[in-house]
């Protein structure tokens, strides 16, 4: 058992590193050499580093900027989560300034070429490729129930003196605040844009890789033959049926309603089965995020 935990914890912590270790490529190749700034503690610090001549690195900036947050926010961590975090926040700080140059030196062989003579930088590509990047790291730590500190911690603290937000709007809006800052810093609307491709495919990619891609379809059918279509549902397509009660509020009626969770390729034979049974029958489909249970992915032992 005591092994057990010992596996589990270094399991955790390497795929933390790991997570750091591809955001910190994502930095230093793809994002912070074209002065692309997605929002976040990175796209600050990108905007820092500039300005201060290169004299203050990224990670550094990242981490300093991290410590009084930290010290303001432990509460809002929790002691679940603290160490972890605290671990992601400092190890990728420490990975983007020690391999700053040898991946400024490998973006130079990768985007530019042996020869040293460049073409025009596709920076739109490097936008793209870098949110992808920063996103699948960014979820591997999520998915440890971590985090690398930054902005999400911020906008937790300013939404104790600013209550009519919500934390996400905050973060949305220090995002916001951080890409007109590069904007301005850089005197380019262009670097801007490019910041926000950067930022919105990180986003997706992080909600990929934490809620998943494969989503599900929740359906209610309100059917005068539900119970016909509830056994065929059954016997045919092998998925559980759960009947509702409900009433309809115009007719005043009592109606039974159905519902059932199936995967997306089964979609079309379900309305080819209630099609078949009562072609008048209502229909609601709706995505479902992640389903845990029988049928599908068993519920994750902690």
């Known amino acids: 058992m005591q092994l057990k935990k010992v596996i589990n914890f270094l399991k955790v912590y390497l795929l933390i590193t790991f997570g ?106 490097y936008s793209i490729i870098g949110g992808f990047l920063s996103g699948i790291g960014l979820g591997i730590v999520l998915k440890m129930e971590a985090t690398t500190g ?71 059918i309100i059917s005068e033959q539900q119970e016909e279509i509830a056994k065929r549902i059954i016997s045919e397509m092998d998925r559980g049926v759960t009947e509702l009660k409900g009433r309809g509020v115009y007719s005043g009626k009592d109606k039974n309603v159905l519902l059932c969770v199936l995967s997306r390729n089964e979609i079309l034979p379900l309305k080819e089965i209630v099609h078949e049974l009562d072609s008048n029958a209502f229909m609601i489909l709706a995505d479902v995020r992640e389903v845990l249970g029988e049928g599908f992915n068993g519920v994750p032992k902690k």
């Open 20 to 125: 750091a270790a591809i955001t910190a490529l994502a930095i230093n190749i793809f994002l912070v050499p074209y002065k692309i700034a997605p929002g976040g503690l990175s796209g600050l610090a990108t905007v820092i580093y500039y300005l201060s001549g290169g004299r203050f690195p990224v990670g550094t900036t990242m981490l300093v900027i991290n410590i009084p947050l930290f010290i303001m926010g432990y509460k809002f961590i929790g002691k679940h989560f603290f160490v972890r975090t605290l671990y992601g926040t400092i190890i990728l700080s420490v990975i983007i300034d020690l391999t700053e140059t040898y991946m400024g030196d490998l973006a130079k062989k990768l985007l530019v070429g042996e020869t040293g003579r460049a073409s025009t930088p596709d920076i739109l590509l």
């Open 150 to 220: 930054g902005t999400e911690l911020a906008a937790k603290l300013l939404k104790k003196p600013i209550k009519n937000l919500t934390i996400g709007q905050i973060l949305l809006t220090i995002d916001a605040l951080i890409i007109i800052f590069a904007i301005i810093a850089f005197n380019s609307v262009l670097i801007g844009l490019y910041s926000l491709v950067s930022l919105y495919i990180t986003t997706k990619i992080i909600d990929a890789m934490v809620e998943g891609v494969d989503y599900a379809r929740a359906v209610l």
